[in-house]
T-cell receptor, first 113, second 114 residues
Framework: DAGVIQSPRHEVTEMGQEVTLRCKPISGHDYLFWYRQTMMRGLELLIYFNNNVPIDDSGMPEDRFSAKMPNASFSTLKIQPSEPRDSAVYFC???????????FGSGTRLTVV | AQTVTQSQPEMSVQEAETVTLSCTYDTSESNYYLFWYKQPPSRQMILVIRQEAYKQQNATENRFSVNFQKAAKSFSLKISDSQLGDTAMYFCAFMTPTGNQFYFGTGTSLTVIP
């Protein structure tokens, strides 16, 4: 398996633009997580899905953030409109019940200027 | 609520020496899982080792081992024969079986000095 695949690896965008981050989880994993990592706040859980259904989105900072999982092999995290304070590394991770531990993707470094 | 505390923001160790990273946690759960993740400069999060709370035996993975003290809620990571490739940020994490959610510490930045 190729692991959790995230794209793009780097994204630089201007304030106000829409940004879409993508994630392909490991095949067979039924949990998918989106995390944000910053120096100030560390790793923060934004949202997680189970069997493509959002279970807990309490970590989504505001309405500008949205996430979807249209099928078991694909998820997106969208920020619209983006702001400089959204600059961070965004990680996607997946896991399977009974397989304790996440597998992380390599992250997307987002810079909003 | 679960909390994970890593009290050492930065540490350094000479190559080939041994270093121990500290982690404490707080929970009212009786069964849970603990992990150490490594994040090198490439930023990939890599699982180093994991421990089930119901197991008394400390987990070991090659040069990495843990000292799990359940009563003290302590979960330290020992790295033996440190190598330059061990230079990374190390995160301690806690997970309950039912929650399927991780709680991460703030990390310890480890530098291995040649």
């Amino acid at each position: 398996d190729a692991g959790v695949i995230q794209s793009p690896r780097h994204e630089v965008t201007e304030m106000g633009q829409e940004v879409t981050l993508r994630c392909k989880p490991i095949s067979g994993h039924d949990y998918l997580f989106w995390y944000r990592q910053t120096m100030m706040r560390g790793l923060e859980l934004l949202i997680y899905f189970n069997n493509n259904v959002p279970i807990d989105d309490s970590g989504m900072p505001e309405d500008r953030f949205s996430a979807k999982m249209p099928n078991a092999s694909f998820s997106t995290l969208k920020i619209q409109p983006s702001e400089p304070r959204d600059s961070a590394v965004y990680f996607c991770a997946s896991s399977s019940r009974g397989d304790y531990g996440y597998t992380f993707g390599s992250g997307t470094r987002l810079t909003v200027v | 609520a679960q909390t994970v505390t890593q009290s050492q923001p930065e540490m350094s160790v000479q190559e080939a020496e041994t270093v121990t990273l500290s982690c404490t946690y707080d929970t009212s759960e009786s069964n849970y899982y603990l992990f150490w993740y490594k994040q090198p400069p490439s930023r990939q999060m890599i699982l180093v080792i994991r421990q089930e709370a119901y197991k008394q035996q400390n987990a070991t993975e090659n040069r990495f081992s843990v000292n799990f003290q359940k009563a003290a809620k302590s979960f330290s990571l020992k790295i033996s024969d440190s190598q330059l490739g061990d230079t990374a940020m190390y995160f301690c994490a806690f997970m309950t079986p039912t929650g399927n959610q991780f709680y991460f510490g703030t990390g310890t930045s480890l530098t291995v000095i040649p």
